[in-house]
């Protein structure tokens, strides 16, 4: 039994490293594609696996400091990447796509400042909902849910209030005209121009 368990960890741990390297290639990809950028992808892909390996690394920590939780299932690495690797690329598409939509009117600042009122508020509750429904998980009496739904849920919140609402637009006022590189680049200089010209 013991030989069959750690054959089944060896195996689960590859297929859940092959699968987070290749969901992120294909994700990268499509946010390339959606953004027509190549450094907005890189970036919105980074605070994906920032956030999901702050949930993993806090989540285990509090699992084990507060509820005496020592392991982990081998499967829920793989579970809570798939679900924050979901909700983070909506997160970011929402955002960003708000981003790019002011840029060209406004000064970058002010496009990422517009962008976070408009999409804030929609992202914090729709974070709060999801955490809250994956906490529930958290009332079960199978060990396995309770855990996943804890990671998940401090997942969720990591992402929604401190990914997106302040790394995401940091980095992009960091990165400036760069941002959006090559398509936004030349249209965001202009609009820094104008402003400064019209001042």
Do not use: C, H
């Not at 509820?67 to 081998?74: K, N, P, R, T």
């Not at 941002?179 to 965001?188: C, E, G, L, Q, S």
Request: glycine share 8%; no cysteine.
């Amino acid at each position: 039994e013991t030989a069959l368990q750690a054959d089944l960890d060896r195996a689960n741990d590859r297929d859940t490293l092959l699968v987070i390297v290749l969901v992120t290639l294909f994700i990268t990809i499509m946010l390339g594609l959606l953004t027509r950028s190549i450094i907005a992808p890189l970036y919105m892909m980074g605070t994906i696996l920032l956030s999901y390996f702050s949930a993993l690394g806090i989540g285990i920590f509090l699992l084990d400091q507060f509820f005496g939780i020592e392991d982990i299932s081998s499967r829920i690495p793989l579970y809570t990447f798939v679900f924050l690797g979901a909700l983070g690329v909506d997160y970011n598409i929402m955002l960003v796509s708000r981003i790019q939509e002011e840029v060209g009117k406004f000064s970058l600042k002010e496009a990422v400042q517009r962008g976070i009122t408009f999409t804030g508020g929609v992202i914090s509750s729709a974070g709060l909902i999801l955490a809250a429904t994956f906490a529930v998980l958290t009332t079960q009496p199978v060990m396995e849910l309770f855990t996943f739904g804890f990671v998940v849920a401090l997942g969720i919140l990591i992402d929604t209030f401190i990914i997106r609402s302040m790394l995401v637009p940091a980095i992009i006022v960091l990165l400036g005209k760069w941002a959006f590189w090559p398509v936004k680049k030349k249209k965001i200089e202009e609009a820094q121009n104008k402003i400064e010209y019209d001042a």
